[in-house]
């Protein structure tokens, strides 16, 4: 069964940093743009990066710009999303999705994507 898996996530104080992995089982990511998104409590689903199947473009939320970097090793077929200067209101399940068509353009619209991991939990706390 083709699937995204999510790893990486931890309880962090104030600060510090993260890296977040998401890798495919199952299904090769080098030919996709692949997606990070989250979700707090009580909140909608919000993109915060995605990287282009090339690499080459990047976008990112603007409430994370110049904190977070996401990146791809297509030969480990895995992408990463570094964390750094993490704040309490990072909080949430971070997610990572596929669009259903290889090539596609990297967005920021969960409406885009269409496989989804199952999140890992994300924690900022003093």
């Known amino acids: 069964q083709s699937q995204l898996v999510e790893s990486g996530g931890n309880l962090v104080q104030p600060g510090r940093s993260l890296r977040l992995s998401c890798a495919g089982s199952?299904?090769?990511?080098?030919?996709?743009?692949i997606g990070w998104f989250r979700q707090a409590p009580g909140k909608e689903r919000e993109g915060v990066s995605c990287?282009?199947?090339?690499?080459?473009?990047?976008n990112y939320a603007g409430s994370v710009q110049d904190r977070f970097t996401i990146s791809r090793d297509n030969a480990n077929n895995t992408v990463y999303l570094q964390m750094n200067s993490l704040k309490v209101e990072d909080t949430a399940v971070y997610y990572c999705?596929?669009?259903?068509?290889?090539?596609?353009?990297?967005?920021?619209?969960?409406?885009?994507?269409?496989?989804w991991g199952q999140g890992t939990q994300v924690d900022v706390s003093s």
């Open positions: 999705a596929a669009p259903r068509y290889p090539f596609s353009l990297c967005g920021l619209s969960a409406g885009s994507y269409d496989k």
């Open positions: 199952g299904f090769s990511l080098e030919n996709y743009a």
């Open positions: 990287i282009s199947s090339s690499g080459g473009r990047t």
